[in-house]
């Protein structure tokens, strides 16, 4: 985005340029909006408590997606609505330019995933990329930024995952243990732990405290 503003401007584009780099942003939303937002942890972590409930196929993946889209939504509304106040609101009403917008858009963007990157992930970056030592977050390029906020979030992602697994892997356990001592050994243990799973994450109303606990790691 640095690299965009900087081009738009330093030359005087005419309409039809303006048309491209735009559809360019377009372009590459997308992905922005999946590796630069709270969505990889998100999707991440449902996709591990399905797993760990080893419900197959349910939820299935569309409404998973969909889930880690409202709560990203969620989640960024504040971003998001800073950058419409300071960013998209003046450009519409002629007061910046494309350039200062871009600038000014990055800002609220950039806070939240310093927020949530670690030292250890941003100096990895910064070595990587060559670069010297930044003495203040403003001296962050975004495209080191980025990756070292895409590597926290998986590893938080994979964190909250592990919790995730215990208490349903002891369960898992425990079931195997008990068809071992009955001698039902071609029993497959998952079918019978699977009811005790679902009975388990329904009494202690599991959806409530994932989503609580998935918004609130990211104050």
């Known amino acids: 985005m640095e ?28 992905a922005m909006a999946i590796l630069m ?20 196929q349910i939820p299935p993946n569309q409404v998973i997606i969909g889930i880690a889209l409202v709560l990203t939504v969620f989640v960024m509304a504040p971003v998001f ?3 419409n106040d300071t960013a998209l609101q003046p450009y519409l ?18 806070e939240f995933m310093f927020r949530q990157t670690r030292d250890k992930d941003m100096a990895l970056m910064v070595e990587l990329a060559g670069i010297q030592r930044p003495a203040t977050p403003a001296d962050v390029p975004t495209y080191v930024l980025a990756p070292a906020f895409c ?26 243990s008990v068809l071992m001592a009955m001698g039902m050994l071609m029993l497959p243990p998952m079918m019978i732990s699977l009811p005790f ?15 609580r606990s998935l918004v609130l790691s990211f104050k």
């Open 93 to 110: 009403q002629g007061r910046i330019t494309e350039a200062v917008a871009l600038k000014r858009a990055e800002e609220p963007l950039r």
């Open 3 to 30: 690299t965009i503003a900087n081009f738009v401007q330093s030359q005087g584009l005419s309409g039809p340029l303006k048309i491209l780099v735009v559809l360019t942003l377009l372009s590459v939303l997308p």
């Open 37 to 56: 937002t709270s969505f990889t942890r998100i999707v991440i972590v449902l996709s591990f408590l399905r797993n760990a409930l080893s419900t197959q």
């Open 151 to 176: 590597i926290s979030e998986l590893k938080t992602a994979f964190q909250i995952g592990f919790m995730l697994f215990i208490p349903f892997q002891v369960i898992d356990m425990v079931v195997a």
């Open 81 to 83: 609505t800073k950058i």
């Open 197 to 211: 799973k679902l009975l388990l994450f329904v009494m202690v109303d599991g959806w409530n405290l994932v989503v």
